[in-house]
């Protein structure tokens, strides 16, 4: 829980100091304020209702779904990802057995608007044969307007129930705020904590079956691999390493049970999911540790919805006004520059090439 750090400013309550999430994801009775004040999460609650608006008004479905619906939906999702045809331990590994297609798109931060035009776009249901490869729902998107709460979980929650229809061919990666709330590590942008926003988004939609919901979304995050690998050389995950040119990476992540009980509990997981270093000599070492030919990851904003970053990576975004996505055989053999020749653009509700 963190030293006892003494009295809040406004309420003079006790509180500590230290993470505002314990390992379990729950809220802990105490916050460092966002301006560096020491301050309780009833007074951080109240900061955040002063100081967020909403960002969005677009209606999302998903929120009709009660908690035993996103319960069992989260479950049977947490199931299938443990279960998906190619998986090796951390990674999912497809080839033209089974797959004639591979649909990959990068981080959607809660904008449900992009996730349904890729949904749209990918058309599972008449592409028997075609794989959706998504990444990053968490922290973003539209709020609750009647209350300070993030609704991505909702956004999570659709993935899931996507998942469940399509149990061998959508894959959901693990990316760092997935990772940052399962380890409660804290993340702050724009003077809002996110993992605040969206536990709040929770708790404003799921009331006192909350902890219920949380405990099968923390176990769907558990599930969801690390990496999905083509047989072509092309290697997708939701960032790289830092210094793999210089340091040390454990590949052994890949393969081996991962732990998720306390922040640094894998150094290397949390390399890989926060790693910004987008040198070509990174990029080579790190392709070359795992024997891939081009890295395609999320993680970086890019306002065009993607960019190459260097001749053995490139970069998806798909939470901006433009989304990139990719879609790859995995028999066959594609460059750097071809591969981004052929990345598409969704831009409000029509698809145009790049």
């Keep these: 829980m963190g ?130 490869v998504l990444q990053e729902a968490c922290h973003g998107g539209p709020i609750y307007t009647d209350a300070c709460g993030c609704m991505s979980h909702a956004l999570l929650e659709e993935i899931a129930v996507l998942k469940a229809e399509f149990p061998q061919r959508v894959h959901f990666l693990l990316g760092n705020h997935e990772l940052s709330e399962l380890t409660g590590y804290p993340i702050q942008k724009n003077r809002q904590m996110l993992n605040l926003l969206f536990r709040l988004g929770m708790l404003h939609k799921f009331g006192s079956s909350t902890e219920d919901v949380r405990e099968a979304q923390l176990e769907f995050l558990r599930s969801s691999p690390l990496a999905v690998s083509l047989s072509n050389g092309i290697f997708i995950s939701h960032s790289i390493p830092e210094k793999c040119d210089s340091g040390s990476f454990d590949a052994g992540i890949f393969e081996r049970e991962i732990s998720y009980d306390a922040p640094f509990a894998e150094d290397d997981v949390f390399s890989l999911l926060w790693g910004r270093d987008y040198r070509e000599e990174n990029a080579r070492r790190f392709a070359d540790l795992i024997g891939a030919k081009l890295l395609i990851n999320g993680h970086d904003p890019c306002l065009e919805g993607y960019r190459v970053a260097n001749s053995r990576q490139i970069i998806l975004d798909c939470c901006g006004d433009k989304a990139g996505y990719l879609t790859i055989s995995p028999g066959e053999q594609i460059t750097t520059q071809q591969a981004a020749e052929r990345v598409q653009i969704l831009q409000g509700a029509g698809i145009k090439q790049d």
């Design 3 to 132: 030293k006892l750090k003494g009295r809040c400013r406004r309420c003079d309550e006790l509180i500590r100091f230290g993470s505002p999430l314990d390992a379990t994801g729950k809220l802990n009775a105490f916050s460092p304020n966002p301006r560096g004040q020491n301050i309780c999460g009833r007074e951080i609650f109240s900061w955040l209702n002063l100081n967020t608006k909403s960002n969005s008004t677009v209606p999302m479905d998903a929120l009709n779904r009660d908690a035993e619906e996103v319960i069992a939906a989260l479950r049977k999702a947490s199931t299938a990802n443990r279960s998906t045809p190619g998986r090796q331990g951390n990674v999912v590994f497809l080839n033209p057995r089974n797959a004639d297609e591979v649909m990959i798109t990068g981080d959607l931060h809660g904008r449900r608007d992009n996730f349904e035009a890729i949904v749209s776009a990918a058309a599972l249901r008449s592409n028997p044969r075609r794989h959706l």
